[in-house]
């Protein structure tokens, strides 16, 4: 199920977002925290550094995995996932190698997608994992399609997803991705889901219908038990 919380402007989105994450690692100090990249969630992970520095929370103990990346980048190209989350969240709060799980953008393959889920399984699963909403109605690199890959799996971007604005800073075009799967974004014991920004409005809608369907690969959060969706009114 998705309980929706509207939110006057991204601001507040963020700010009650923030407050969410602080209270799960205030809660559960070796939680394992799945994080989209993108315009939507960075302010959150800009409140969230901030908060944990102010109230001195503890996040030594706390792992964080990488939801998606673009394939085919050098790992510092800024157009990575890799690249916002060391900048945004991982530097900022002084994570340690061993306490981040990720894709390698260079390294893709199926190799590195087994690495990955199999890694997340010896933490344990995820606690909780913060998502946005493409304005295809992707989630992760989830595209919408006929149908869809339920595991972790290297995917074919779409043409919506090809022009996203952090692939403005690619050196490259950029065709693939690779993404943890609808299946290990169900098994997640919580979701945040955010939603904010210019050109959202189609894939919202689509959303709040309260139908599965493998065009809108957002959908399937109908199919989790504990989703929360923080949203600024459009
Ligand atoms: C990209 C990212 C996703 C993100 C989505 C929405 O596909 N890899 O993790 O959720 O875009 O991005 P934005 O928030 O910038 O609209």
Redesign the pocket.
């Known amino acids: 199920m998705i309980s929706f919380q509207e939110y006057p402007d991204y601001e507040s989105v963020s700010e009650a977002a923030s407050e969410q994450l602080l209270a799960l690692v205030q809660r559960k100090p070796d939680a394992v925290i799945c994080v ?7 302010l959150t992970y800009q409140r969230f550094v901030d908060k944990v520095k102010s109230e001195k929370a503890d996040v030594s103990r706390v792992t964080f995995v990488k ?4 394939v085919g980048l050098a790992p510092d190209n800024p157009a990575t ?1 890799e690249a916002f989350l060391q900048l945004h969240l991982l530097k900022p709060l002084g994570i340690e190698p061993e306490r981040y799980i990720a894709f390698t953008p260079d390294k893709a393959d199926h190799e590195e997608s087994a690495r990955v889920v199999r890694e997340i399984a010896e933490c344990g699963g995820l606690d909780l994992c913060v ?5 295809n109605g ?4 989830n595209e919408p399609d006929e149908w869809l890959e339920p595991a972790c799996h290297i995917t074919s971007l779409d043409e919506r ?1 090809r022009l ?3 692939l403005k800073q690619a050196d490259r075009p950029v065709e693939q ?1 690779i ?1 943890l799967g609808l299946k290990d974004i169900l098994a997640a014991k919580e979701v945040l889901l ?1 939603v ?2 210019e ?2 409005q189609q894939a919202f809608s689509a959303l709040r219908e309260r139908k599965v369907s493998t065009k809108v690969p957002a959908s399937f959060l109908w199919l989790h038990p504990k989703t929360s969706c923080l949203y600024c009114s459009m």
Do not use: F
Request: include cysteine.
């Open positions: 989209a990249t993108g315009a939507t969630p960075l939801l998606d990346e673009w996932c998502l946005g909403i493409g304005k992707h989630l992760g690199l997803t996203h604005d952090m991705g993404t955010l904010a920004g050109g959202k």
